[in-house]
């Protein structure tokens, strides 16, 4: 009955383990870890509209560029903010996690220290520790002799089994309690953080808040330069549709090469995970309609998308692919690169580093980026995706 009760003991021990470690790996782990990654990830994307931020002209004046950067930094902070309050949660979840693990392992302690003073407390036991060759030579023939031989060093190895329960358990106590505190410290690092962050959050919206009022008493002015970069855009989207339309039409003049067929399904099957067409990179201006940052009543229509990225950073190519036009527009080049019946499209560019007819692989460097002296050194490149004549939003193919 008592070799039952300790083996239960044993059992249950091992049970309180393996649902810690369940729990531990499904529950906890796992989204504290994501949490971590995400958290670093924003950390990294604020950083790099810091860095663009810097590089703008070095004035207080308010420009729509910077107010465009600071209202990036504005959305990402708030999803930092958001993380981090998930990254306490679960770290509160985990540390509860932890004490009632190690709790319940205390008490599976407290019951095998009993089990070993009960059977060390036992006279039988204790003769047998204090005179066990007189108990063996006390046999009154071989066989018995042999048993209480086998008898003694099974009691010896059970006596073993129960000090090293009794530690294995100390010890896995001990382990839980350095988590709980290295728990508590992460909890109050991510405190420390969201505090920083929050506050960084509140003088970014004040700033953005100044830049607006800044930007609204200078209406005329920056009304016509809206619709100069407005008409820039539209002449730059009429002759990118004209290139690809007759490249589209005398393309479906023939059937598709096996290599093109491939190259299209490749492609297809890269969506949402094609990279992105710069190194680093923010979009600030997304596919689509949407309300202009400062006039209410104006609404811009982007034929692809606008990322902002730092001075001297190159344009990559999403995909392998033939490149089948260089071309200028309004003092900058462009490149379509065509992918079966899939074609990218990369503006903005000062310089390039293809020529029409070249085969370029996924990464590969196509040119460089322009920044614009005249618009608060902003480098921005204008991305596009075309399947046949029918443009495509790039958020949908570029990774996240």
Not at 2 to 14: D, F, S
Not at 85 to 103: F, H, K, P, W, Y
Not at 309 to 321: E, Q
């Amino acid at each position: 009955m008592k070799n039952e009760r300790i083996h239960r003991n044993w059992i249950l021990g091992l049970s309180v383990l393996a649902v810690f470690c369940l729990q531990f790996s499904v529950c906890c782990a796992e989204s504290v870890k994501d949490l971590q990654k995400k958290q670093k990830k924003l950390q990294a994307e604020i950083e790099q509209t810091n860095k663009m931020l810097k590089q703008t002209k070095k004035d207080e004046n308010a420009t729509l560029n910077k107010l465009n950067l600071i209202g990036q930094n504005i959305k990402t902070q708030r999803r930092l903010i958001n993380t981090l309050d998930n990254e306490i949660v679960a770290l509160d979840r985990e540390m509860q996690q932890l004490g009632s693990t190690r709790d319940s392992l205390q008490k599976v302690l407290e019951n095998h220290k009993e089990d070993y003073a009960q059977m060390v407390r036992q006279t039988h036991y204790t003769r047998l520790q204090q005179a066990p060759l007189l108990f063996i030579l006390s046999s009154s023939n071989y066989q018995q002799l042999v048993r209480r031989t086998r008898y003694l060093q099974e009691f010896a190895h059970f006596r073993q089994e129960q000090v090293a329960r009794i530690q294995n358990t100390q010890a896995e106590i001990d382990t839980q309690n350095e988590l709980l505190q290295a728990n508590r410290n992460d909890k109050q690092t991510v405190l420390s953080n969201r505090k920083r962050e929050q506050e960084n959050l509140r003088r970014d919206e004040r700033k953005q808040q100044n830049m607006l009022n800044q930007l609204k008493s200078k209406e005329k002015d920056l009304s016509k330069k809206l619709k100069q970069q407005q008409k820039k855009a539209a002449d730059l989207n009429k002759k990118i549709d004209e290139m690809v339309r007759k490249q589209a039409e005398k393309a479906a003049k023939t059937a598709l090469t096996k290599e093109q067929k491939l190259l299209a399904g490749g492609f297809e099957t890269n969506k949402g995970r094609l990279p992105w067409p710069v190194e680093n990179g923010t979009i600030i201006g997304h596919f689509g309609k949407q309300q202009h940052p400062v006039y209410s009543q104006v609404t811009i229509d982007n034929k692809g998308i606008y990322i902002q990225t730092t001075s001297g950073s190159k344009a990559r190519a999403v995909y392998k692919g033939e490149v089948t036009s260089c071309f200028m527009v309004a003092g900058t080049y462009a490149v379509i690169i065509q992918h079966g019946n899939y074609r990218t499209v990369y503006s903005n560019l000062s310089n390039l580093n293809v020529k029409q007819g070249d085969k370029v692989d996924t990464k590969q460097i196509i040119g460089t980026i322009f920044t614009d002296p005249e618009q608060d050194q902003k480098t921005e490149l204008y991305f596009q995706i075309y399947k046949d004549k029918n443009i495509l939003n790039p958020e949908s193919w570029i990774a996240k």
